[in-house]
């Protein structure tokens, strides 16, 4: 459990607003039409949305032809609140055959309680995840960090929706 008085309630409550209200925003934003085989312009992304910054080299032919993801390697921004802040994670996955062969997730906490638990989150994410197909994937809660287990959550269902194949 995690408590503090450092921040006032009103001020976390109204960063977490903020948060959920960020997020809503880009969210919107980010349904846009997928139109011909041009390549997608990487137009100014929000650093702290969810939105994929995807690089893949299913395009070059790597893809899996009875797959239900392209083989490549994804990367998504998850975010999740908690009591003092808005906290965002980077997750990176290397997918091979619907199954995933390498995880990357870096984190950018604001607060001291969120460095423990992300630390703590990326040192044991790998065994979780890695070998499993990205249907199976399920974390909820890894090294005691539950929070941080929401945010790689959003951030590999956005890694799903783009990778589809």
């Known amino acids: 459990m995690i408590r503090t008085t450092a921040v006032p309630r009103p001020v976390r409550i109204g960063t977490a607003l903020l948060g959920v209200a960020g997020i809503a925003t ?10 011909g085989d041009a390549a997608p312009a990487d137009t100014a992304a929000p650093a702290a949305s969810s939105a994929p910054a995807t ?14 993801y392209k083989d490549g390697e994804y990367e998504a921004t998850g975010q999740y609140a908690t009591p003092e802040s808005v906290e965002t994670i980077d997750v990176t996955l290397t ?20 460095k423990r638990y992300q630390g703590e989150f990326i040192g044991g994410i790998q065994s979780e995840v890695v070998g ?16 941080t287990s929401g945010g790689f959550t959003k951030a590999v269902d956005s890694i ?4 589809k194949a």
């Not at 299913?58 to 239900?68: E, N, R, V």
């Not at 499993?132 to 929070?147: F, N």
């Not at 799903?160 to 990778?163: G, L, V």
């Open 26 to 35: 880009l969210a919107g934003c980010a349904g846009g039409a997928t139109t």
């Open 132 to 147: 499993k197909k990205l249907d199976e994937i399920s974390v909820s809660k890894v090294a005691g960090s539950s929070l």
């Open 95 to 114: 997918i091979a055959g619907d199954t995933v062969t390498a995880v990357k997730v870096t984190g950018d906490p604001q607060a001291a309680e969120s």
């Open 55 to 68: 690089t893949s080299d299913a395009a070059a032919g790597g893809s899996t032809a009875s797959g239900t």
């Open 160 to 163: 799903k929706s783009e990778a």
